[in-house]
Nanobody, 121 residues
Framework: QVQLVESGGGLVQAGGSLRLSCAAS????????MGWYRQVPGKQRELVAN???????NYADSVKGRFTISRDNAKNTMYLQMNSLKPEDTAVYYC???????????????WGTGTLVTVSS
């Protein structure tokens, strides 16, 4: 079984920074794409950023230039550095590990349980 553990959320003032982490553990052989999503109550979950195994990245327009996604394949861990935070960034942030291949050759996606980021004005 694969488990995802997110950390780094919290309360920060506008203009501040936070760094989220998402570590996958278990009988993992490889992980394809990794991504961060966020959701505000009453709205659909939206993509914030994703990164391929090779390191290619993609960002939502609303976070370009402020957020940076990265990954450490050796540690099965992904990060999201969030700078110049705005109140509208307030949301629950979820990590997703895509096409996780386990050592018994199963392949599926996994989601974290979410971490709350609150940006005060």
């Amino acid at each position: 079984q694969v488990q995802l553990v997110e950390s780094g959320g919290g309360l920060v003032q506008a203009g501040g920074s936070l760094r989220l982490s998402c570590a996958a553990s278990g009988s993992i052989f490889s992980i394809n794409a990794m991504g961060w999503y966020r959701q505000v109550p009453g709205k659909q979950r939206e993509l914030v950023a994703n990164i391929t195994r090779g390191g290619s990245t993609n960002y939502a327009d609303s976070v370009k230039g402020r957020f940076t996604i990265s990954r450490d394949n050796a540690k099965n861990t992904m990060y999201l550095q969030m700078n110049s935070l705005k109140p509208e960034d307030t949301a629950v942030y979820y990590c997703k590990m895509g096409d996780v291949r386990t050592r018994n050759n199963n392949v599926r996606d996994y989601w974290g349980t979410g971490t709350l980021v609150t940006v005060s004005s």
